[in-house]
């Protein structure tokens, strides 16, 4: 008899589908069912899901397979692939339909620049599976029914593209089932435990645009003030590069090393906050080679701009630029392309300004003047002379070497709360 049901299963096909799950040595238990948390009215940051990894030793006991009460045979994990796109569609509709500024491969396939759009990269591992197959007895082979039930462990992560590093991880547990001659619950199952993290106020604090630290309408309420820098008002670019790359700086943080532009003659510095993030000892190259220490004064982590400032005075400086209104496209612009060292002299890009697109819910400069390593928060400089804007990122990829994007300076103001006043 147990043979005999076993020809029926595999006729079925269903052994060979289900044969991929691994049943975990101890039971999952389910979860209650935490409601999803709203994102509020902006909604939430780009994202997509990238897969699911498996961490399932191979031969792991799957669980079982049951003919009314008799126990028929037993399943192995015997899946030799490590990750799978199978989850991707449903993950994706599922969090579209919460509110989720979701985009999936289909939206990068003939956009070079797509992937630059996305601040947030979801991915999951799944680490353990129960299954519970029941079929009913059944005199014709093909009239086999049966219900499957799958309860799974997955770990959702979380990747900042903005930050360059995972930024969340959490230990999900989802449950599902399904009916029929050859159930499947194991999708339902982890796309269940996946759509959880919207129940994880971490979670959604980190992908919404309504969050504190995200939002651009809550710059901080106390006003750092600067004396303006009046140097260079009649500057015209190229002519007067060298004076005006007397106020670029090299910020050297460890290993790290990044770029600054002095924009008040008191020692006030404009860089990348990745820059100097959670920095013990900040120290400041100028372009004499001269070396001094400088302290972290304020920084706004989600749009990564930063001020620190070096003690003393009558420091050579560059305007910030005073118009209120954009650069008109195609205007040129300079940016610095390498950091300041002892024997050599920063290399000077020109290009123009090809758009203000808009990136998680901030604008930028983006321009094709080269961005190289070492330029972060290095200066753009309008024609002019002044300070347009601070270098944040580069876009990467097929087609786009060399795109740089940075904050419009008008916004860096704003976001760090600067306010300017007369000597």
């Given at each position: 008899m147990k043979n005999?049901?076993?020809?029926?299963?595999?006729?079925?096909?269903?052994?060979l589908f289900l044969a991929c799950f691994q049943k975990t040595p101890v039971p999952v238990a389910p979860e209650a069912d935490p409601k999803p948390i709203p994102l509020g009215e902006h909604g939430s940051h780009p994202l997509i899901f990238r897969n699911v990894s498996y961490r399932i030793p191979t031969g792991s006991i799957l669980g079982e397979v049951r003919v009314g009460r008799e126990v028929i045979d037993e399943m192995r994990w015997t899946?030799?692939?490590s990750r799978a796109l199978d989850f991707n569609v449903s993950v994706t509709d599922g969090l579209r339909d919460l509110g989720y500024q979701m985009r999936d491969w289909a939206d990068v396939l003939f956009d070079p620049t797509g992937e630059a759009k996305i601040r947030?990269?979801?991915?999951?591992?799944?680490?353990?599976?129960?299954?519970?197959?029941?079929?009913?007895?059944?005199r014709r082979r093909r009239a086999v029914q049966g219900v499957g039930t799958a309860d799974v462990e997955v770990e959702v992560q979380l990747y900042d593209a903005v930050a360059n590093k995972t930024v969340y991880?959490?230990?999900?547990?989802?449950?599902?089932?399904?009916?029929?001659?050859?159930?499947?619950?194991?999708i339902s199952a982890v796309v269940d435990a996946i759509l959880k993290s919207t129940t994880d106020s971490?979670?959604?604090?980190?992908?919404?645009?309504?969050?504190e630290q995200g939002n651009a309408s809550n710059p901080p309420s106390d006003k750092v003030e600067m004396t303006a820098c009046r140097?260079?008002?009649?500057?015209?670019?190229?002519r007067d590069l060298p004076t005006t790359l007397e106020?670029?700086?090299?910020?050297?943080?460890?290993?790290?090393?990044?770029?600054?532009?002095?924009?008040?003659?008191?020692?006030?510095?404009?860089?990348?906050?990745?820059?100097?993030?959670?920095a013990p000892e900040i120290w400041v190259r100028f372009e004499n080679g001269t070396q001094v220490p400088a302290t972290l004064?304020?920084?706004?982590?989600?749009?990564d701009i930063a001020l620190i400032r070096v003690q003393g005075r009558s420091y050579p400086c560059s305007r910030i630029r005073s118009a209120t209104e954009d650069l008109a496209l195609g205007s040129d612009v300079f940016t610095i392309n390498l950091a300041l060292g002892d024997d050599s002299k920063p290399a000077v890009a020109r290009g123009v300004v090809s758009g203000y697109p808009e990136k998680e819910g901030k604008r930028f400069i983006q321009t094709d003047a080269t961005v190289n390593a070492g330029s972060s928060g290095g200066p753009v400089f309008a024609s002019d002379g002044s300070v347009a804007g601070i270098t944040v990122a580069k876009a990467y990829g097929v087609g786009v070497e060399g795109l740089g994007f940075a904050v419009p300076i008008g916004d860096v103001v704003r976001y760090l709360s600067v306010r300017l006043t007369k000597d």
């Open positions: 005999r049901f076993r020809r029926i299963l595999c006729l079925s096909g269903c052994i899946v030799a692939r947030y990269v979801m991915a999951a591992v799944l680490h353990t599976v129960e299954l519970d197959f029941e079929y009913e007895r059944s991880k959490r230990t999900f547990y989802g449950h599902g089932e399904d009916s029929g001659m050859k159930p499947n619950p194991i971490a979670f959604v604090r980190l992908v919404s645009k309504n969050s140097r260079g008002e009649s500057s015209i670019l190229p106020a670029v700086v090299e910020i050297q943080v460890g290993r790290v090393v990044g770029m600054g532009v002095i924009v008040s003659p008191d020692g006030w510095i404009l860089t990348a906050a990745h820059v100097v993030e959670d004064e304020r920084s706004e982590t989600q749009f």
